[in-house]
Nanobody
Framework: QLQLVDAGGGLVQAGGSLRLSCAAS????????MGWFRQAPGKERDFVAA????????YYADSVKGRFTISRDNAKNTVYLEMTNLKPEDTAVYYC???????????????WGQGTQVTVSS
C-alpha cells in the first residue's frame, strides 16, 4: 500500500512555471512506477508523464513534451513534475499515481494522490 500526497499547485500566468511534488508513504516506493495525470472540468483524466521504477525512463504526453519534466528521489519517496512555459490549456487538477507498469490509461494505476489544482491565466 502507498499513500500519496500531492502538493505545489497554484495560479500562474501563461509562460510561468510550477513544480508539483508527490510524497509517498508506505513500503517499496522505489519498486513503483510513478505518473502524473490531469483532469479538467468535464473531461477525462489524461496521462501527462511517467517515470518507471526499473531505470527511471521517462514518458510524456505529446502536449507537454519539452515543457514538463518528471523526476523522482527514491531517498525522499517523492516524485516531482517541473512544469515550464505553462499555457492556459494546462489548467486542470493534477494527480500523481503509482503503479507497476507505465501505461497511459488512468484506471490501470493502483494508487492516487488527492490532486492539486493548477490554474494558468492568459
Amino acid at each position: 500500500q502507498l499513500q500519496l500526497v500531492d502538493a505545489g499547485g497554484g495560479l500562474v500566468q501563461a509562460g510561468g512555471s510550477l513544480r508539483l511534488s508527490c510524497a509517498a508513504s508506505g513500503r517499496s516506493f522505489s519498486s513503483y512506477s510513478m505518473g502524473w495525470f490531469r483532469q479538467a472540468p468535464g473531461k477525462e483524466r489524461d496521462f501527462v508523464a511517467a517515470i518507471n521504477w526499473r531505470d527511471s525512463s521517462t514518458y510524456y504526453a505529446d502536449s507537454v513534451k519539452g515543457r514538463f519534466t518528471i523526476s523522482r528521489d527514491n531517498a525522499k519517496n517523492t516524485v516531482y513534475l517541473e512544469m515550464t512555459n505553462l499555457k492556459p490549456e494546462d489548467t486542470a487538477v493534477y494527480y500523481c499515481a503509482a503503479g507497476i507498469v507505465v501505461v497511459t490509461t488512468a484506471r490501470q494505476w493502483s494508487f492516487w494522490g488527492q490532486g492539486t489544482q493548477v490554474t494558468v491565466s492568459s
